[in-house]
């Protein structure tokens, strides 16, 4: 069964360091979502992908954390610098769905942990 | 914006006994409404999902209740098992992206 594909799966830093996170979603979907889960709460949603371009990063702080989908494909997350605060899961999904009213279930990625010290 | 509010935030019950989670929504538009289970250390995973445009989705020992006119919805697991201990997490769409409620903690005791 297909699965969506994450690395690093634990990723520990200092403060002001970058980091970067990998997601490879399942072949086909045209949707990508990036969430970030603080322990003992729900994802919440940094920015969502259609094919190549940002179909929302209203909630992405944007001073610090950027993503790119090149070639509609896999997708990379980043955060420059890296501060305390910012220590959480994050989790990758796709839908096979599109845009914004997305009615198609979301895969997840079992998730890079972060770690900022 | 969407505001998906939880409860309760734990829950215990016997093995065999029933569970029941409550979610509430704010946007009148959200019409796609799924519950995620998400085990120690594991992924969120699609347990079941409801549209709109139905009141009650059933799946085996889990069923879905939607009442759109109070904008809450509900979920129901009978008989539970030990392997039904996780966080489950109730979300909402319509207009704006899934939005998820803050999780609750169930621990089925054998």
């Known amino acids: 069964e297909a699965e969506v594909a994450q690395s690093p799966r634990y990723k520990i830093t200092e403060k002001s360091q970058a980091v970067a996170f990998w997601c490879d979603p399942i072949?086909?979907?045209?949707?990508l979502y990036w969430y970030r889960q603080i322990l003992g709460q729900g994802p919440e949603l940094l920015v969502q992908?259609?094919?190549?371009?940002?179909?929302?990063d209203s909630q992405l702080p944007k001073d610090r954390f950027s993503a790119e989908r090149l070639k509609g494909v896999d997708s990379t997350l980043k955060i420059q610098p890296a501060e305390l605060g910012d220590s959480a899961m994050y989790l990758c999904?796709?839908?096979?769905?599109?845009?914004?009213?997305?009615?198609?279930?979301?895969?997840f990625g079992p998730g890079t942990r972060l770690t900022v010290l | 914006g969407e505001n998906v509010e939880q409860h309760p935030s734990t829950l215990s019950v016997q093995e065999g006994d029933s569970a029941v989670i409550k979610c509430t929504y704010s946007?009148?538009?959200?019409?796609?409404f799924p519950w995620y289970k998400q085990e120690l250390g594991k992924r969120p995973q699609l347990i079941i999902d409801?549209?709109?445009?139905?009141g009650e989705k059933k799946d085996q020992r889990i069923a879905v209740t939607l009442n759109k006119t109070a904008k809450h919805f509900s979920l129901h697991i009978t008989e539970t098992q030990p392997e039904d201990s996780a966080v489950y997490f109730c979300?909402?769409?319509?207009?704006?992206?899934?939005?998820f409620g803050k999780g609750t903690r169930l621990s089925v005791i054998a």
């Open positions: 999904a796709s839908s096979s769905g599109g845009g914004s009213r997305s009615y198609n279930e979301q895969f």
């Open positions: 072949s086909g979907h045209a949707t």
């Open positions: 992908f259609q094919d190549e371009s940002v179909v929302d």
């Open positions: 946007d009148s538009a959200s019409n796609y």
């Open positions: 409801i549209r709109s445009n139905v």
């Open positions: 979300a909402a769409s319509g207009n704006t992206p899934l939005v």
